[in-house]
């Protein structure tokens, strides 16, 4: 190598990772190398056995689940069939784009399918909770051009879409407090922060003058960010109690909650459960999705009150910074872990698949490592719902939990 240019700083082996001194490295003191050395310190690694020791095994068998949210691209039941045979383990309904009877056809469809080929699928309900969302788009997707000006605004009649320049929000409680409550210079960001916006003018208590900062596609009911912003709300929405109403007479198997801040956001579900007389043995399990900072601070009383928890990326990198959740991700699948509650991890997990047979290396990796921290289960979200290939984002995701849980007694988490 012409090593002329190298830059100031080369990248040098950990020291620690060779020293034999790693083993009375203080526990209490956890600082990046103590906890690199105790992980790797004293391991042999038997290389030709690792590299002849491909899990060829059936990626259908293994701990970690597979929850695999429905949508238009996996609605009927050949789709479903073919997702149970490639490894799904649930199903996830997602209420924030319920429409129609939609739900009332798959659940059933679902359950003879299950049946029918003998495997044990269960159903997962996800209630959007106080989570803004823009209106369905005209004609999708709906450009916003960096640079460009848009109106932000509650809908001035039901069934406006977004069109032209205008992003309209259904009107609701919540929704009608965050555009009432917004000031110009604060941030918007939408679709999981793919793409932002900044208010630049007050036009009238219902509508917002924002300049493009961060341009892109928008689609319909995609979810709405505004860091700077609290909004104080109930836990359950009116859109909440009504999804619910329907989704407790169906026995599902978990029911997710989004934006729980608290314990008492989940007692709200308790108590709605109670309302309705749904009984003891009957409810479904409760998994709050932790997807603000303030359920971080949370987590203890949260994680009392939950028989599981969701690590919800796609909101909490837009709430927290996304450079912030793997640290965090790490955190709230070992505090479930050591509590004995289930962990899922969810979005983005083989992102690329949404429009492409194979995804990224980047994705691979984090699907392994999340296994490696110990999660019980891995979410796919717009892979199943709306991808080119959803069995295959399955079976993708099965063969590699199935190498990643081949090893995950080598690479035991370190928190
Ligand atoms: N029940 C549904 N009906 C129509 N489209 C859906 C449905 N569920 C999911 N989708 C589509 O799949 C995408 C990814 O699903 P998901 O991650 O659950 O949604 P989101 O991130 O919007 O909450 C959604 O943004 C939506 O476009
Ligand atoms: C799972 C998530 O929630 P939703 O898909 O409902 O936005 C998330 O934000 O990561």
Redesign the pocket.
Known sequence: FHVAHSPARPIVARRVAVRPTVRRVSVARMDGASAFARKHGAASFDMDALVSAQANADPTARRTKIVA????ASFDEPMIRKLIAAGVNVF???S????GG?FEALVPMIRKAAAEMNKPVELLG?LQGPKF?CANVKAEPMPLAAGSTVTLALASSDGELCDAGRIVLTRTKEQNAMIGGLTVGMVVKLD?GAMRLRVTKRLSPDALECLVEVGGGL?????INVPDLQIDCSALTAKDIDDATYLLTQKLDYIALSFVQKGSDITELTDLMDAQGVPRGERPRIIPKIEKPAALRNIDEILDLADGLMVAR?DLGVELGLERVPFFQKVLISKANKAGKFVITA?QMLESMIGAEVPTRAEVSDVANAVFDGTDAVML??ES??GVNPPEAVMMMGRTIVEAEMHAGMVSPSL
């Open positions: 949210t429905l949508g238009p996830r309904l997602n924030s784009h319920r429409q939609q996800d969302r999981d689609k319909s009911r995609k979810g796609g979005t979200s717009g719902a709306v």
